[in-house]
């Protein structure tokens, strides 16, 4: 008896921990340019999975880059992360380039499937298309490689590539990367993954993934929707409606919709612009355009304003946004953008423009030139005529019959002075 008590005490060891539920890792996927929405994101699953005692947090990936801030962000995040971080450069074709080399290096155990790629993470300098001096771009060169060779000895990875993909933009598909010890392991999808994860210890923690049930972390509402506007296309858009919007206002006062729609599109953009690579100088080149565009207006430059203004929109809109992976303004949005926006200032606001120096067409000034008939004789001491319906107390200085037609030619408080009007068929008797 006394040697089955061994038996039966691991028994009762065991038994609890087969009895308790089957482990679970979490997943989520990250598509596309990285921004702050990216790296809000990420942070709120790696609570979540800590929240959930998750054995892991696998981020599955697929970027051509993005921002340098948001990047730290999550290697911040990835570092303090009381979960274990897998991030997988995942389907069959994608990439981590750029920013998402950062992030790959900075798991606690970097994946990729077969025949993805990762690497070229040289930065790209800031100027919107404007080259930088060599001052600037070299300082820029040795942070970012500073940086990533940080991550990679952290990390016990390969510090040497890590340091040619930024200096050389070095660029290895998955086979390469785990021959030369950028990445730990390749698999070909998520059973595949977790099964070589069991076992594997991750800062002194026994990974237990084999058969683990899989939960899908999903972006929130306000996630997805800051991804999708935290683009530099809806920021361009997002500013030619403010411009559009209030310059209308201005340009017709008492329409109200357009200045509403105007200010509304402004604090929008300045929301997102905050999160966003912004060039100083392509705000100024806008601005210039817009002041050349309103000054061309009242000049009579016969259009040469305009065209500078075009150059300078086009130039401007081009700059607006800095360079970063996955973050270009498109010349394809900034074209047709620049002409309709000098298309709204010379037909639009100068129509309006126009339309306020015209002599007023309402009101009692409206009666000025109209001939009408007198309802009885009109002199000097008065008499009344019929306008539109209504009865007019008329004075003239030349007696006017009844029924004779009068041509209201100036208005005194509520009495209107009038002259014998001459009918078009009728030759004039003056000589």
Known sequence: MNRWLPVVAAGLIVWPASAADPPTAGLIQVKGAIGPATAGYIDRAIHRAAAGSMAVLIIELDTPGGLLESTKDIVQSLYSSPVPTVVYVAPTGATATSAGCFITLAADVAAMAPHTSIGAAHPVAAGGGSPPDETMKQKLENFATSYIETIADKRKRNVEWARQAVRESASITAEKALELKVVDLIAGDLPALLKQLDGRSVNGRLLRTAGAEVVEIPMSLRERVFSALWRPEVLFILMLVAIYGIIGELSNPGAILPGVVGVVALILALYLAAGLPINVAGVVLILLAVGLFIADLFAPTHGALTAGGVISFFIGSLMLVEAEPGFQLPWTLVLPGTLVT??????????????????????????????????????????????????????????????????????????????????????????
């Open 342 to 431: 000098a298309a709204f200032f010379v037909f639009v606001i100068g129509a309006g423009l126009r339309a306020q120096s015209l002599p007023a067409r309402t009101g009692a000034a409206t009666m000025i030139g109209q001939v009408v008939p007198a309802l009885t004789r009109i002199d000097a001491d008065g008499g009344q005529v019929s306008v539109e319906g209504e009865y007019w107390s008329a004075r003239s200085e030349s007696p006017i019959e009844p029924a004779e037609l009068a041509e209201v030619v100036g208005i005194q408080g509520l009495t209107l002075e009038v002259k014998p009007a001459v009918p078009a068929n009728r030759p004039s008797q003056e000589t």
